[in-house]
DNA sequence: GCGCGAAATGTTGACGTAAACATAACTCGG
DNA sequence: CCGAGTTATGTTTACGTCAACATTTCGCGC
């Protein structure tokens, strides 16, 4: 009695019957076989009977069932991502390119974001994954310390990491973090200043750690003081909150901070004080946000190439999926600095 | 010729071979069955049966194949977002609330990304999501005009738009714009500015237009002239582009600008040119962004709640989904105004 | 102690697709 | 004009899950 045509005629969820490759292959007289071999563009089809079966697709409105497709095939075609949230400029940037390079070779993504970076969580949303029918994941994770434990994820997937640790045992992409840091801090020397004050992103935040140990490691190299770090939140408020401080001591002429929105609110909390931005004291970001260039004054800062990031951990990511076996192997993508007006020789 | 699986038997890829339910079966000594109802958390089964099954469970890895399970209930538990690129903040917010709210509700994100907001590539990416295995879609397109043939989309699936245009046969969520742009023009007038100059969003913008009629309205309302409109693209150099010839300007005293980033680069072009804000200039934004607060001066903006929209926007589509009903209504979020230093009275 | 119903569990089949394996039709050289 | 090779198409089956139906087990009232 499976037949449902038959007693329910005006069943308003019946809209959940879609077009199945069987009604195509009755409109047209074919095997369902051959609607597949149309569907997936073999060659070993009569054109005639090619064009047949489009007909009967398209006025049947026949669309193929991708989770039939996916139980079938073992591959759905989708790529997972898990986000720390989207609040994070360089996340989400990266997210756009991960997005539009997937979409190129034929895959959608599915969106994971978890609330803390825990490894619990992410296991968690990893296996919310795995469930949910992805060929693959991207980690896209820049705040994150999972403790001693490091991140360790249920096997049979192969997943690419965007971070700054090389302690994964998959393949991570990354900005070079390090690189920018010593333009930046190098920049900030060269203009003469006799050392340079750190306001660094969170301590869990690894993408953090390496922009502050490049920066002290410069100032070492060029036997230059190193300061104190100051350590914010990634928040322009935080970049604020620091900055009054900042704004009170005369000693500082030269502050390397580690994300743009950060260096905004430093440059709001130094203008309140009446300290000139490069006059004073000179400011270098980290980020280059669509933004930074009108800020006031436009913001000299370290140039993160996301889109590259995002198409890197996917074309690797792509490479494991195809069983090119996976490569354990850490991308650094190069950072330059782009220098504004909010940096300027030593007074 | 590309038959492999034959001929090696130490197949790398071989662990695409999941376990499923009928090992689960044979290791518990039950029926596919039951283990289904353990998994599926039935009440008629055995305690002891139900912790066999559960232990075979855990030590196999058993993951459910939600492939299999969709292709069974015609339901995939997964929602498609369409999105005109991440780079505007708000929808990028928005996109955010929706995440955590799905996830909430068992539902997971796939998300697809549009160069151009035409009806083309939206129907297309609409397409894209039918056969992705999709219960419902969230279109989350701010700037697009689709010229005289309206939004249409395959039919039977729910879908819900998020965006200022009325026109839509399907439910829309958004912020209040109107509301919004009226009480930014209202608090300058208030301020006793004569009048209020507009930078405008692009034309092909909905939320944009529906600003611009709000302050054209409210200025007509009270009997300010009304200067001629402005248009920029979102971006803070369009604004900056805009305000040096704004900051020419004697008569200009203040500027309601449609969103954040573009009233950051008329700050710029102001300062630069010399001019005072507020004291000779008053702008007021739009968007309240996490970086506004820290602008220099800290900008008189729009609060909008892309949070609440988010939410309400999975709820409706939720709703549907669930099959309470297509309700072709229109949800509108109040927005409010958030007072800074950027506006002030007239000098 | 017999039968009835409830609870626990098993069996069968279908969802839509595509791989593997037929089979039919047609080409072409000798 | 026959058989081998090629191309077009059809048939069967399995992917993993779960609803529907079938069967077994057991408690309990009379």
Redesign the interface.
């Known amino acids: 009695m499976g037949e449902d045509a038959s007693s329910t005629p005006v069943d308003?969820?019946a809209?959940?019957r879609?077009v199945s490759m069987a009604d195509v292959a009755a409109a047209a007289g074919v095997s369902g076989q051959t609607v597949s071999r149309v569907a997936n563009g073999r060659s070993n089809v009569d054109p005639e009977t090619r064009e047949r079966v489009r007909a009967a697709m398209n006025s049947l409105?026949y669309?193929?069932?991708?989770?039939?497709r996916?139980?079938r095939s073992?591959r759905?075609?989708?790529i997972g991502?898990i986000m720390f949230?989207?609040?994070s400029y360089g996340n989400?940037?990266t997210?756009?390119a991960v997005?539009?390079v997937a979409?190129d070779a034929g895959y959608?993504?599915?969106?994971?974001?978890v609330?803390s970076a825990t490894q619990s969580d992410v296991s968690g949303a990893f296996?919310?994954?795995?469930?949910?029918?992805v060929d693959g994941v991207v980690i896209l994770i820049e705040t994150h310390r999972l403790g001693e434990t490091e991140l360790a994820l249920?096997?049979?997937l192969p997943v690419v990491v965007v971070d700054s640790n090389a302690e994964y045992a998959y393949p991570v992409v990354d900005n070079d973090q390090a690189l920018g840091a010593r333009l930046a801090t190098e920049h900030l020397l060269d203009l003469g200043h006799e050392s340079v004050v750190h306001i660094s992103g969170p301590l869990e935040s690894y993408a953090a750690e390496r922009r502050r140990t490049a920066w002290r490691e410069t100032l070492e190299a060029r036997g230059a003081r190193v300061p104190e770090v100051l350590v914010g939140d990634w928040?322009?408020?935080s970049?604020?909150e620091l900055g009054r401080g900042i704004a009170e001591r005369a000693d500082v002429t030269a502050v390397f901070v580690s994300n743009d929105?950060m260096a905004?609110?430093l440059?709001?909390a130094l203008?309140e004080a009446g300290r000139a931005v490069p006059g004073d004291v000179s400011v270098v970001g980290f980020d280059d946000t669509?933004?930074s260039?009108?800020?006031?004054p436009?913001l000299t800062t370290v140039r993160q190439h996301f889109d590259w990031v995002g198409e890197a951990a996917i074309r690797a990511l792509l490479a494991e999926i195809d069983?090119d076996?996976p490569h354990t192997e850490r991308l650094l993508v190069p950072t330059e600095l782009v220098v504004r007006e909010s940096s300027g020789p030593r007074a």
Chains 1, 2 share one sequence.
């Open positions: 308003t969820r809209r959940r879609e409105g669309r193929p069932n991708s989770a039939a996916a139980l073992g759905f075609h989708s991502v949230s989207l609040s989400t940037r997210l756009d997005a539009s979409a959608s993504l599915t969106l994971i974001t609330e296996v919310r994954l795995a469930e949910h029918a249920p096997s049979g928040t322009a408020d970049g604020y929105q905004l609110g440059i709001r203008h669509a933004d260039s009108n800020y006031w436009p069983g076996g």
